[in-house]
């Protein structure tokens, strides 16, 4: 499966974007997928996921409250809505996918074998 992420781009503090990931040459209807950025000179960090078999959503501390992850199985599309940016949101961000998770694994970005190029998303003040 290889991942495409689209929708990033240069907002004011406040703004909103979405964010979208699609595979191409295959379905991720039941895998788990992980959105994950990483900002100039930072690791990457996990931001967001949807669990495949528990159909249940996780969100790092920092964005909950203002991100959504969803999936859209007929469309076979996930996304990011990011409500409320902030300049500290700026980075590439990164879907991934993966079928064997297990829930102590979804923040961690080494667990994930599929990923998509990235997005850049800057937040400006």
């Known amino acids: 499966v290889q991942l495409q992420a689209f929708g990033g781009g240069l907002v004011q503090a406040g703004a909103f974007l979405r964010l979208s990931c699609a595979p191409s040459g295959g379905t991720f209807r039941t895998y788990t997928i992980g959105w994950f950025r990483q900002a100039p000179g930072k690791e990457r960090e996990f931001v967001a996921a949807?669990?495949?078999?528990?159909?249940?959503?996780h969100y790092a501390d920092s964005v909950k409250g203002r991100f959504t992850i969803s999936r859209d199985n007929a469309k076979s599309t996930a996304y990011l809505q990011m409500n409320n940016l902030k300049p500290e949101d700026t980075a590439v961000y990164y879907c991934?996918?993966?079928?064997?998770?297990?829930?102590?694994?979804?923040?961690?970005?080494?667990?994930?074998?599929?990923w998509g190029q990235g997005t850049l998303v800057t937040v400006s003040s």
């Open positions: 991934a996918a993966d079928n064997r998770l297990i829930l102590s694994s979804l923040r961690i970005p080494d667990q994930y074998h599929y």
């Open positions: 949807f669990r495949g078999s528990a159909q249940t959503t």
